[in-house]
């Protein structure tokens, strides 16, 4: 376990209220396998064991599905063995998967919601028009919300950059009669089966023979295609049953007949519907009813203060008898929302917790306050750079330093030890004393069921001379102790796996960059958006309409819609041609063959082939714009950057980042995607 998760038992076991600093989904799901271990092996242990079994099978299912769908863009072989080994043997991923923690659950859930995510931004919005598809990206958006806290904002700034990408993908026809691909897919279908019977016909023909060409490739004339449907209609009519004539309907000719177009969304109004949808369940119905069912306290966000409060201690701990560093005015603004004398004396370089809990809470600040004293933050960061630039460098050194490595634990009797354990006592009620503590340890039973008030410890603590705070404390943690004896022992393991897991530890610790957080948080992302911006600048726009197929490039424009070979294998796109065209010989070798001229074929009626955009209903998708892919790289960025924005760099917070890199890596790699028909 992590210190979190400690914390969090603390609520399930009924210590301490239920409160929001962890995010309630993730206490209940933890509190359920507790329960269920304590019911059925008479330890929560069992319970933990269980629930590192089924998160293990889910985050290799996860890392399996990235596998399999980074293929599935066209990433390169050696890639996805890279990315294989990765995932099945690097320190930063194995380590965390036999850890229970909000981040390593949220990352069960974040998996397979960011390969959902870049597939939509890929396909530019095109494969939520699919039923399940949207219904699981819904529940698998609400799960990443749910599950931790910041999650919310990253979902939101990544879902802004796929609204983007999915701008301008709408296929359907309109009134003004914008082109429909889809329909000219169907009629490009339509065209080929009637060729692929012409061909079969003419190709039995012998070419001595004096019997006329077919020049209508098999297609009868409109004149006389019209001329059939009437005659087919007064034919339906004389077959009718008796009765009535007047009363029945009369059927229309089908060159008069428009069939019924189903509502069809725009992509972006889907992508729009499925981030609402998910962020509505996970903030307007899932946290209200929870906080309604636990009863539980809500948590005030003070960690993006420390933004504000980290740099003006930093000031006001260089520069202590300097009056002209902060003005007495400066200081009243500051000290309306915050301690600046303690945050100062408590400052800590390498994180801002010391600082933004020196926050006033009762009572809250007004909102005129805060901005006063954001001011005062602006005007001391233009005097005082160099301590700004100090204090945020300080917290966020492990994120991008190389030389900055980290080695997860191998157990949690690390999180029992004196100091964790007076931490702990503070969340025991205040009447818990040593006489309950020592009472319930004899009885088994939980301390904080005798709330009496121990004046007789008092009076004997008073005889002795010992001070009453420090009895209390000690008291305390007697008790706390006693409730988390049920999670000690783990350390508790034979001797040659302690050597191994020392061993293992050393090698990690000792100058590794292969376990520097920097190395996968900050330099290998920059690498994958580096590459996916080079893609955008103009050359390469102007390389890419050079390869796309020109006007010039079709055999006849306003014929079958025929692409020449050398254009074919120039343009970056995949074609929706049914296979009956290809087996027929369309190209012009293919035609000449069976002795018919290319130019003798009437087509007029058809429309030229074109390109056939991303969409769930084609059989084959086109190449993914590189903005799409920059776009899905959206949702690394934002994660990455509200890391940056946390308190600290602590080492369990960038897990989903560890596992989802194998996917932001295979983006550059998009663009020469050709995915396999639809089954």
């Not at 190389?402 to 025991?428: C, E, I």
């Not at 308190?647 to 050709?674: D, G, K, Q």
Request: with cysteine; aromatic share 8%.
């Amino acid at each position: 376990m992590r210190d979190d998760t400690l914390a969090q038992y603390l609520q399930v076991s009924g210590i301490h209220q239920y409160y929001t600093q962890h995010p309630l989904f993730d206490t209940l799901i933890f509190g359920l396998f507790w329960h269920a271990g304590s019911a059925v092996a008479g330890t929560p242990l069992a319970g933990q064991a269980a629930y590192i079994v089924i998160q293990a099978v889910l985050l290799a299912a996860g890392a399996a599905f990235t596998l399999c769908y980074i293929r599935k863009l066209g990433a390169p072989r050696w890639l996805v063995i890279l990315s294989l080994l990765y995932l099945a043997t690097s320190y930063v991923v194995a380590g965390s998967i036999i850890t229970m923690g909000k981040d390593s659950l949220h990352t069960v859930f974040f998996v397979p919601f960011a390969v959902m995510f870049v597939e939509a931004c890929l396909t530019r919005g095109a494969v939520l028009a699919r039923q399940p598809v949207a219904i699981t990206f819904v529940a698998l958006a609400f799960a990443v919300i749910a599950s931790k806290r910041t999650a919310l904002v990253i979902v939101l700034c990544a879902g802004c950059c796929l609204l983007a990408a999915c701008r301008g993908n709408t296929e359907d026809r309109d009134a003004g009669g914008t082109a429909d691909k889809d329909a000219d897919a169907s009629r490009l279908r339509r065209s080929a089966r009637n060729h692929d019977r012409f061909f079969e016909r003419n190709s039995d023909r012998k070419p001595d023979s004096d019997q006329p060409r077919d020049h209508t490739c098999g297609r009868q004339s409109p004149e006389s295609y019209r001329g059939q449907q009437d005659q087919q209609v007064q034919q339906s009519q004389l077959r009718g049953r008796s009765g009535d004539q007047n009363t029945r309907q009369r059927p229309q000719p089908r060159a008069q007949q428009r069939p019924r177009r189903p509502l069809r969304l725009s992509p972006r109004f889907r992508a729009f519907a499925c981030l609402t949808t998910a962020v509505i369940l996970a903030q307007g119905v899932w946290a209200p009813l929870a906080e309604a069912a636990t009863h539980a306290n809500p948590s005030p966000g003070r960690e993006v203060w420390g933004l504000v409060t980290q740099p003006v201690a930093q000031v006001a701990h260089d520069h202590p008898n300097d009056q002209t560093a902060i003005t007495p005015d400066q200081r009243r603004a500051l000290n309306a929302i915050m301690n600046l004398d303690q945050a100062a004396a408590d400052i800590n370089p390498h994180r801002t917790n010391e600082t933004f809990q020196t926050l006033r809470e009762h009572p809250q600040p007004t909102t005129a306050q805060k901005l006063a004293a954001l001011r005062v933050w602006a005007e001391l960061g233009v005097a005082h750079p160099g301590e700004y630039a100090k204090a945020y460098a300080g917290p966020i050194r492990g994120w991008w330093d190389m030389s900055v490595n980290f080695a997860y634990p191998t157990d949690s009797d690390y999180l029992f030890t004196r100091g964790y354990l007076k931490q702990w006592s503070t969340f025991l009620p205040e009447t818990v004393t040593g006489a309950s503590a020592v009472g319930g340890s004899a009885a088994g039973t939980n301390p904080n069921a005798d709330t009496g008030s121990g004046a007789g410890t008092g009076a004997d603590a008073a005889a002795n001379g010992d001070d009453d705070a420090d009895i209390a404390a000690a008291q305390r943690i007697v008790a706390i102790e006693h409730d988390l004896a049920p999670l000690m022992g783990t350390s508790r393991k034979p001797q040659w796996k302690r050597t191994v897991l020392d061993d293992v530890r050393h090698w990690v610790r000792d100058d590794n960059p292969l376990t520097a957080m920097g190395l996968y948080v900050t330099w290998i992302p920059l690498i994958i958006g580096a590459a996916l911006l080079l893609r955008l600048p103009p050359w390469r726009r102007t390389a890419r309409r050079r390869r796309s197929p020109q006007p010039g490039q079709l055999e006849q424009p306003d014929q079958l819609g025929r692409i020449s070979p050398s254009a074919c294998a120039r343009q970056p796109y995949s074609y929706d041609v049914p296979a009956g065209i290809a087996s027929a010989g369309i190209a012009s070798a293919g035609i000449a063959s069976v002795g018919i001229a290319s130019t003798d074929i009437a087509t007029a009626d058809i429309a030229p082939a074109t390109p056939v955009p991303v969409d769930s209903a084609s059989s084959r998708t086109a190449a993914p714009r590189p903005a799409s892919a920059l776009a899905a790289y959206g949702l690394l960025f934002f994660t990455i950057l509200s890391l940056y924005a946390s308190p600290e760099a602590l080492f369990w917070y960038p897990i989903p980042v560890y596992f989802t890199l194998p996917l932001f890596s295979a983006l550059p790699f998009a663009r020469a995607c050709r995915a396999e028909p639809v089954r």
